[in-house]
């Protein structure tokens, strides 16, 4: 099996959906030896902020000398972004042997009587597999939906459980509430494990907080009041938090300060297990941080930003950050959403008062026609266009924008990886 096998095999398995539920990789992964029970792992689970919080921790252990696996989804380029060690994707030669090594096990389990697993078990089985084979010290694991159910929690006791914000997504298969949302997400608690928390509404903490007590579980709530921002700008931002004085990160707005906070706890609390991580460490860590497709600035003249807000609260977040960063500059939207997403709520929080807006639809099968989403924005923006792709949406922008202007492609991970092309990054 080459790379192109590997990729056709695993993507083919999109027909068997996405099930919530743990008997097919607990079948599968028995088959393969159970790789994740010979790894550590710091489990990341919440709406909002999984992927930048992942990366703060995965690069404060990185920094501290740890043969680090980072396990995200989705991608925003590259298939092979989503299994990393350091810095560094899966090769393709590996993910080529190990998905037909996989491929062996899944045939075995079909043989028994068994379902066919779906694509995020397959690759998160493979993930397993790569970090073993690797001799991973630690893995940073980010739930790919919901927590409970969801084939990351297979593993054992974490050495850290980390849920960062709860908010409205998935509903349909979540929950309506805030709290069912947390009590989701709440399965990656473990017994006598530590948890970290973002620090948030009391309904869905006291979800948190009874997991916790029922399992034996340490809760530890990450407190913003000893938060402050002290400087921010495009090129990063300078906070202190619990006594640590002014520390750095380059991603840009506020929330990333909390995801750090958050990220900054977690590390505390495995150094407390005997991990080496000395301030030194943590603050390097939180400065080397990379996160792609978040804020980030893909050219400054003119000012072009990429974000993956794809519901309400990322959204409400990405308004927030525009405000902040470009008080009265006129900003223009590309925008492209999946059926499934909250999208009129989107747009009543983030289009008032731009310049433009330019519907696009994303390269998803679960993409929203974008003739549907500029009918919908009529409502609130005056100005709505429709690109017939990608590319020529960003060309549109780049051409007519004056130097006041920000330009800002939002409301998917799945096609601001496009948008990174055009710009040949």
Known sequence: MDYDEAMEYIHGTLKFGSKLGLHN???????????????????????????????????????????????????????????????????????????????????????????????????????????????????????????????????????????????????????????????????????????????????????????????????????FSSLALHDFGMDGQIFSFEGYEKLRIGLLGEHQVRNAAVALKTAEILKNKGYHITEDILRKGLLNTKWQGRLEILSRDPLFIIDGAHNPEGAAVLRKALDQYFPGRPVTFIMGVLTDKDYASMMKIILPGCKKMIAVTTGSPKALPADALAKAASCYCKNVRISDTIERAVSMCMESASAEDVICAFGSLYYIGVVREVFKL
């Not at 030896?33 to 909002?48: E, I, M, R, S």
């Not at 501290?64 to 696996?69: D, F, I, K, S």
């Not at 080529?96 to 078990?121: C, D, Q, R, S, Y």
């Open 25 to 223: 990789m607990g079948v599968l992964l028995k088959l393969m030896g159970d790789p994740q029970k010979k790894l550590k792992f710091v489990h990341v689970a919440g709406t909002n902020g999984k992927g930048s919080t992942t990366a703060f921790i995965g690069s404060i252990l990185m920094e501290a000398g740890y043969r680090t696996g980072i396990y995200t989804s989705p991608y925003i380029q590259r298939f092979t972004e989503r299994i990393r060690i350091g810095r560094d994707e899966i090769g393709r030669d590996e993910l080529a042997e190990i998905t037909a090594f996989v491929k062996a096990k899944v045939e075995k389990m079909l043989a028994m009587g068994e379902n066919h697993p779906t694509e995020f078990e397959l690759v998160t089985a493979i993930a397993f597999e790569y970090y073993c084979r690797k001799g991973c010290d630690i893995v940073v694991l980010e739930v790919g939906l919901g927590g409970r159910f969801d084939s990351t929690n297979i593993i054992d006791t974490p050495e850290a459980a980390v849920i960062t914000t709860i908010s409205y997504d998935h509903t349909d298969r979540l929950g309506k509430t805030l709290p069912e949302i947390a009590f989701q997400k709440a399965g990656i608690i473990k017994p006598g494990g530590d948890v970290v928390i973002y620090g948030q509404s009391g309904e869905v903490e006291q979800v948190f907080e009874k997991a916790c007590s029922e399992r034996g579980a340490y809760l530890h709530r990450t407190d």
